[in-house]
């Protein structure tokens, strides 16, 4: 699938130059601060009154509601290996405009892309498509002038030299002071400046990543207090010139500020398209949003949006029915184990899923969506918490990682892809299932490794990966294209 031809209103459409200041903020490995930084960074910005826009690079869901929290306005994934390097430089520029201020977090270590060792996936990789400068923040607790090998080697193996600055994290100010002439003589990037080591700042951790920023208390505060001191310890202004740096982007058009909703890779079917149809002639797509459930790509949304669906949110925790004329159901992943009693003791919502999926109304779930869905959840001490009971599985913490990073998906009887076409996602849960599908088969992009996976029919596609919708639109078509054929075997309302 051309994901061209999704972004594109065609391929002859007008080229111009985009100017939009920006950064990356990477590091040599995890947990070397970047998280904490990046949003420290975002908030100066936004005190200085800049248009700032935050991205991820990866696949990851909570990082990007730490940046969200900070400025306001949703972060968004990029990833070439979903999108590949042409797409994903699309979706970057996609609604951008002349005066963005964007910062782009890494992941992992800045070389680290596919299975830690390709390139493609990698912070660098990203950087490289969308010609961005890399501020390397580097965590320098417990070394001295080992740093200067340290960054040497990433200098050398940056053969595009996006590499611009450094930030040394966890280090104090006298060591730092003692430090920076040295590494300045040495080195070609400039030393932007340190951040403490700061305890009280630090987000918690839990086994899939940081803690949600809804959990972190006083988060604001934080926020506020990690600003003022990376504005009194980090050179902004230098930060600011790099950026203004980073080279104009070419681009069609409509992939710019206003653009973008064209639907010429989703023509045919039933479905209505965005924009040209009556808000009422839109089926009503109920996608589960609240503390147990907020793991959701924004383009996946977006995209559900474009091919005619109206997004409306429910919540399994508190809710006790589905938003009204709802034909289609989409529920996403989270931490179901950590409100496993609460969702358990909601029975009239876990009745009412049952009769939905009973009546045949399209339902996606994924990860722990797709756990929600089970009989059962047990937990690590074996204590047993009853779910939904759509399906007669049930799930159990296994106390590990049981499945870990990305994967293409096949379906092995077409329904929500094309036949013979693949889609993207990724696996990352610590829970498994006495039953996990074998509707599909899922390839591992580096080992060539396969396994079944996903309960997949005409009207349900029930599994732990997490798709990305933009890698083959086609998925999200068909899923609206499948709510419209239910509404209207309905006639048109559904409560």
């Known amino acids: 699938m051309d994901l061209l031809l999704y972004l594109c209103a065609g391929r002859g459409g007008r080229?111009?130059?985009?100017?939009?200041?920006?950064?990356?903020i990477a590091a040599p490995k995890s947990g070397s601060g970047k998280t904490l930084i990046t949003c420290a960074l975002l908030q100066a910005l936004k005190e200085q009154g800049q248009q700032v826009f935050a991205y991820k690079c990866?696949?990851?869901?909570?990082?990007?509601?730490?940046?969200?929290k900070v400025i306001g306005v949703p972060s968004k994934n990029l990833d070439t290996f979903f999108t590949g390097e042409e797409g994903t430089r699309r979706l970057f520029l996609r609604d951008r405009k002349e005066g963005d201020f964007a910062v782009l977090e890494g992941v992992m270590g800045l070389f680290d892309g596919l299975g830690g060792v390709k390139e493609e996936g990698s912070s660098y990789h990203l950087a490289q498509v969308t010609k961005t400068p890399i501020i390397l923040v580097v965590d320098a607790k417990g070394m001295g002038r080992s740093l200067v090998p340290l960054l040497s080697g990433f200098q050398q193996y940056d053969r595009g030299h996006f590499i611009q600055g450094v930030i040394?994290?966890?280090?104090?100010?006298s060591y730092y002071e003692i430090l920076k002439p040295i590494l300045e003589a040495e080195l070609q990037a400039d030393i932007l400046g340190y951040f403490g080591e700061h305890k009280e700042l630090a987000f918690e951790n839990r086994h899939l990543g940081l803690k949600m920023p809804g959990e972190v208390a006083d988060f604001q505060k934080k926020i506020l207090l990690a600003a003022e001191e990376l504005k009194k310890t980090v050179s902004l202004e230098k930060?600011?010139?790099?950026?203004?740096?980073?080279?104009?982007?070419?681009?069609?058009?409509?992939?710019?500020?206003?653009g973008g909703?064209?639907?010429?890779?989703?023509?045919?079917?039933?479905?209505?398209?965005?924009?040209?149809?009556?808000?009422?002639?839109?089926?009503?797509?109920?996608?589960?949003?609240?503390?147990?459930?907020?793991?959701?790509?924004e383009d996946n949304l977006r995209l559900l949006e474009e091919c005619g669906a109206k997004i409306k949110y429910?919540?399994?925790l508190h809710d006790k029915r589905l938003p009204k004329g709802c034909c289609g159901i989409l529920i996403g992943g989270g931490y179901p184990e950590l409100f496993a009693e609460r969702l358990g003791s909601?029975?009239?919502?876990?009745?009412?899923?049952?009769?939905?999926?009973q009546d045949k109304m399209p339902i996606v779930a994924e990860c722990g969506g797709f756990l929600y869905l089970q009989t059962a959840l047990l937990d690590a001490e074996g204590r047993r918490y009853a779910m939904a009971g759509v399906l007669p599985s049930s799930g159990y913490d296994t106390g590990k990682a049981v499945r870990f990073g990305y994967?293409?998906?096949?379906?092995?009887?077409?329904?929500?892809?094309?036949?013979?076409?693949?889609?993207?996602?990724?696996?990352?849960?610590?829970?498994?299932?006495?039953?996990?599908?074998?509707?599909?088969?899922?390839?591992?992009?580096?080992?060539?490794?396969?396994?079944?996976?996903?309960?997949?029919?005409?009207?349900?596609?029930?599994?732990?990966?997490?798709?990305?919708?933009?890698?083959?639109?086609?998925?999200?078509?068909?899923?609206?294209?499948?709510?419209?054929?239910?509404?209207?075997?309905?006639g048109g309302t559904h409560a």
Not at 58 to 63: C, L, Q, R, S
Not at 275 to 282: I, L, S, V
Request: aromatic share 10%; with cysteine; net charge negative.
């Open 168 to 173: 040394l994290n966890r280090i104090s100010k």
């Open 15 to 24: 080229q111009r130059e985009m100017k939009i200041d920006r950064i990356m």
């Open 346 to 357: 909601n029975t009239k919502m876990a009745g009412v899923l049952r009769e939905a999926v």
């Open 407 to 490: 994967v293409e998906l096949e379906e092995k009887e077409s329904s929500f892809l094309p036949a013979g076409e693949r889609i993207k996602g990724h696996e990352f849960h610590y829970f498994d299932s006495t039953d996990n599908g074998s509707d599909c088969l899922a390839i591992k992009p580096v080992t060539g490794r396969q396994y079944p996976c996903v309960m997949a029919g005409e009207d349900h596609w029930l599994g732990f990966p997490h798709l990305y919708y933009p890698s083959n639109p086609a998925f999200a078509k068909r899923f609206v294209e499948k709510a419209c054929r239910y509404r209207d075997r309905k």
């Open 58 to 68: 990866g696949p990851d869901y909570i990082d990007p509601m730490f940046h969200q």
């Open 261 to 297: 909703k064209s639907q010429s890779s989703l023509e045919g079917g039933n479905v209505p398209k965005a924009g040209n149809t009556p808000e009422t002639a839109r089926p009503v797509i109920a996608v589960a949003r609240d503390e147990a459930f907020c793991f959701y790509y």
């Open 239 to 258: 930060i600011l010139q790099i950026a203004a740096g980073a080279e104009e982007l070419p681009g069609r058009a409509e992939e710019f500020i206003g």
């Open 314 to 316: 429910f919540s399994p």
